[in-house]
């Protein structure tokens, strides 16, 4: 079951992100804000005067995941892992492996952590792309990529088939950081904040003043730079991602432009009518993971996936020749705007 509402606007570039639909009463709010994981974060909560323990509860996150997870520091256990050095995981690294092998066995393997070396080559990730793309060295890199290529041990070692596989957990750890950030706030007693982390959110409770759920939006995909939302949405202790093919791109050297979106059956960057795709779901990890698969699926695939889930709903944009048509499952609640 679908519902679909038609948006007759033209585009080819998305511009796409959550964010608080401004109210009366958000000056009320407390923010907590700045910069993390190659991204911003953004936690509303209602207070009426910083919180140090708080805030030192959100570094203590972050630095958690980066040290964990992040490819980009040299001496966290995945970059170690991916060097093919002995490096025993911790509790987050075990909680994102279990959730990402979950989804690649739900998602037929459209949703694989091991596509990093893909994306690398494509100028993507942390090391150096390659100059030129071609049918021979995807094919060399297909033969890195495939999460049951990759086993965590009873021990905490990962073992991998091949040992210059690439494990890039970028598509879900974000949303991971998000149900942490919430679960922070939690453990001090927190009962309403919305928790957002490079457009990855999680609502707990309800608005505190409005009494109302939390309302959030997504921005409209136009050309120019102009803020507008293509539709707004409540949220209650849910978890809401989104990816889409709006920003990361890159050209070679021979002109070629490749989305940041890689399809790992076929190493090729994705191209579909799909502009976008917003997730809802008990968590924010699990979000982000189904959320960067209906990317790489085909729309009818991944509709019908959603449609097995219990607790998952979904909304896309998709382009169909100059118009935007916005569709989603029939729980997912939202408003065009």
């Not at 999460?147 to 879900?172: H, P, R």
């Not at 209650?236 to 050209?251: D, T």
């Not at 021979?254 to 979106?261: A, K, L, P």
Request: glycine content about 6%; charged content about 20%.
């Amino acid at each position: 079951m679908r519902q679909t509402l038609q948006v007759f606007k033209k585009c080819s570039v998305l511009l796409l992100c959550f964010t608080l639909i401004a109210c009366a009463n958000t000056s009320k709010l407390q923010r907590a804000k700045g910069d993390a994981l190659g991204t911003s974060y953004s936690i509303l909560y209602p207070d009426t005067a910083p919180n140090t323990v708080l805030l030192d509860s959100i570094d203590a996150v972050f630095l958690r995941i980066n040290q964990s997870m992040s490819t980009y520091w040299p001496n966290s256990i995945i970059s170690k892992i991916n060097r093919g050095e002995p490096a025993q995981v911790d509790t987050d690294f075990k909680r994102v492996y279990h959730t990402a092998k979950l989804v690649w066995n739900q998602t037929d393997g459209y949703f694989d952590p091991t596509v990093g070396a893909l994306v690398n080559a494509y100028g993507f990730g942390p090391t150096k792309p390659l100059k030129q793309i071609s049918e021979k060295s995807i094919d060399s890199l297909m033969m890195l990529t495939g999460f049951s290529k990759v086993f965590l041990t009873e021990e905490g070692f990962m073992e991998k088939q091949y040992s210059n596989i690439f494990i890039d957990y970028n598509a879900i750890a974000k949303g991971y950081a998000v149900d942490m950030l919430a679960q922070a706030l939690s453990s001090l007693n927190y009962t309403d904040f919305l928790v957002e982390v490079g457009g990855e959110l999680y609502a707990k409770g309800i608005h505190p003043y409005k009494k109302l759920p939390w309302r959030v939006a997504i921005d409209h995909p136009k050309q120019d730079r102009s803020r507008q939302f293509i539709a707004s949405l409540p949220l209650e202790n849910q978890g809401l991602a989104s990816s889409g093919n709006y920003r990361k791109f890159r050209i070679d050297a021979s002109g070629n432009r490749y989305v940041h979106t890689i399809n790992p059956k076929t190493g090729d960057p994705v191209k579909s009518d799909v502009l976008s795709t917003s997730v809802r779901a008990a968590s924010t990890m699990l979000a982000d993971a189904y959320a960067t698969a209906l990317m790489t699926m085909p729309y009818s695939k991944g509709e019908l996936l959603i449609n097995k889930l219990e607790g998952v709903e979904a909304l896309w944009v998709l382009a169909v020749n100059d118009t935007v048509r916005v569709t989603a499952t029939s729980g997912f609640e939202f408003t065009l705007e």
